[in-house]
Structure formats: structure tokens, C-alpha cells
């Protein structure tokens, strides 16, 4: 099936153009860095007014850049949650009022099954089941993916999320935004030992996590800075903590479950040191570890269309005239393709 996919829950707005058989995959993205740089974080309202004036053109120039006819389409998938209200609005309007338009049917993607299967368009591929550490700024959770659409969350943060945390300390000790990169990037120069930060929950039985503390002891340290102390060094000391508890609570995850595969998704999937890390550190004991490129870790739109496309081979697919965005939606009520009873698609 070839399935284009539209993104849109928070603060990139994504095109892309996907087969399930990922033959063919094509995207493209802008994101709203200088959008939200002034205020030091995405703000809502204004995330919501640039996807309105961006998403449409984008679909219709991408359309002509591929030369491709709509009735080419098996169909249309766009983000139907969770993500930002606002945001997830403008992608499932404008997403089912071209599908109506151009007679195919459409489907509502959930934002982090996507992540999970981002890896799936890659040639090194996992097979089911697995354990999937999805990570990003507003999600950090260990997954059992059983099948697909059959997941059970066996692990996630207390409090912030870990991309949160890397956004929030940048921008305490004063990095531009945005933070988690500006903090991984100073990290690369710093010593991961100079400042021994607890590492949270590290041996709690559970595979839960915690980063809220993590975040007030790098306060506490900045606080008392001196001239000798590195703002490198600090940065590289809290990254290293991040991954040490990712990895830990990944590798119980595993062993409870008795798996050797470990998918690694979503936006702080990108960091470098975690991605190595994992590598050194799983392939010692014989699990293999998947993790998507870089241009599929941040938010985009051809895990969307992928998704999309696995779901709409089993026949699954919206009413296109009801719009249900979902700012909240949880990954374990999803169920595997097929499952849930066919709607109607409307009259086209």
C-alpha cells in the first residue's frame, strides 16, 4: 500500500510518502525552532498557527516534487494523538479533508506505536517480540511489544521525561535552545565523571524511572559554581547519568522477559552517547539493538505513513467525517490490526 503520512502533534510539520513494504520512502520536515527560540520552549497557540500555515502548501508542493497522482494513493495516515490539542487538530483536519477530497480512505496513527515502528523502515529489522525503550521529551517508558498493536507498558518515568530533563537542565545553566541538543553537543567535551549525580531509582526493583531529582542536584552543583568548575564537564556528568538509568532499567526489562532484542525510539533515541552505549553494552550479552536513523528519531511523518500502511493492509480506517483528535491516548489500548471492528469510511 502506498500511504502518505502527515505529522503534526507538536512542533514539527511532516510529509511523507510510504509503502509497507518500505520500498518507497520519501519525506519531508520544518520544524519551529525559530518559532519557539524567544521563549525558550514550544509554545502550544503558536505550534498550532505555523502547522496552519505551513501544512497545506507543504502537501501540495510535495505532491508535485514526487510528480504523484492522488489516485496513486491506497490512502492517507496523519497523527491523531497523543501529542498537542491544537496541533493534532490541524493534521486530522487537513488530513481527512484530502482524503475526502481525493476518495481514499484514511487512518489516525497513534504518535508512539509510530516511534516503535520508525525501526521497521530500516533493512536491520527486529522481529516480535521485543522491548522497546521509547524516549523522547514528553515520553520516556519500557515496552513488551508482543506483536504489533499488542503492547504493555512494563516500566516508565515517575515525573519528568528524559528528554524533558535534558531540555530542562540545558536551559538552567543556560544553553540556547533547543536544550537537549545544545546539551548533548557541549557534553561531547566534558568528563561523564567529574560530578558523581546519584543515578535515580537506579536499583528499585521496578522498571520505573525517575529524573526530577537528577534535574535539582544539577541545580544544586551550578548554584555553586567557581570559576575552575566546567559547564562541560557538568553537562557530560548529567548525560551519562540519563543513559546509565536507561540502559539499567532496558537491561531488567529484558532479563524479566527473557528477550534479546531491544528497540531504541524516539527523539532522544538521536543521542549519541546512548546509541553507542547500548551497542557496547547489550551486544556483550547477545542482545541485538535496533535503533531507527537519526532522520526517523525525531518526530516525522514516514513512521506515520508506515504505521499507517501495516494498519490499512488489515483493512482498519477512519470515518473520514468524524474528527477525534486525541491529546492523551494510551498505548495500551491499542489493539492489533484488524481486531477492532472496520468504520465506515464515508461517502467519498
Known sequence: MLILGIETSCDETAVALCDSQCNRVVQQVYTQIDTHAPYGGVVPELASRDHVAKLAPMVEQFIKEQQLDPKQLDGLAYTRGPGLIGALMVGACVGKTLAYGWGIPCLGVHHIEAHLLAVMLEESRPSFPFVALIVSGGHT?????????????????????????????????????????????????????????????????????????????????????????????????????????????????????????????GGVSANKRLRC????????????????????????????????????????????????????????????????????????
Not at 538509568?245 to 532484542?261: D, I, M, N, P, Y
Not at 514516514?302 to 477512519?318: C, I, K, L, P, Q
Open 141 to 265: 517508558m519500557l515496552v513488551h511489544a508482543k506483536s504489533l498493536g499488542d503492547y504493555s507498558v512494563i516500566g516508565e518515568t515517575l515525573d519528568d521525561a528524559a528528554g524533558e530533563a535534558f531540555d530542562k537542565t540545558a536551559k538552567l545553566i543556560g544553553l540556547p535552545y533547543p536544550g537537549g541538543p545544545s546539551l548533548a553537543k557541549l557534553a561531547e567535551e566534558g568528563n561523564p565523571e567529574a560530578y558523581p549525580f546519584t543515578r535515580p531509582m537506579m536499583h528499585h526493583p521496578s522498571c520505573d524511572m525517575s529524573f526530577s531529582g537528577l534535574k535539582t542536584q544539577v541545580a544544586q552543583t551550578y548554584s555553586s559554581f567557581s570559576g575552575r568548575d566546567s559547564l562541560a564537564d557538568l553537562a557530560a556528568s548529567f548525560q551519562a547519568t540519563v543513559v546509565d538509568v536507561l540502559l539499567k532499567k532496558s537491561e531488567r526489562a529484558l532479563q524479566e522477559l527473557g528477550l534479546k532484542q531491544l528497540v531504541i525510539a
Open 277 to 348: 552505549f547500548a551497542e557496547d553494552r547489550f551486544s556483550k550479552q547477545g542482545i541485538r539493538v535496533f535503533v531507527p536513523r537519526l532522520s526517523y528519531c525525531t518526530d516525522n511523518a514516514a513512521m506515520v505513513a508506515y504505521a499507517g500502511s501495516v494498519r490499512m493492509e488489515a483493512g482498519e480506517f477512519d470515518d473520514t467525517l468524524v474528527i477525534e483528535p486525541k491529546a492523551r491516548w494510551a498505548l495500551e489500548s491499542l489493539r492489533p490490526p484488524g481486531a477492532t471492528p472496520h468504520t465506515s469510511p464515508g461517502s467519498f
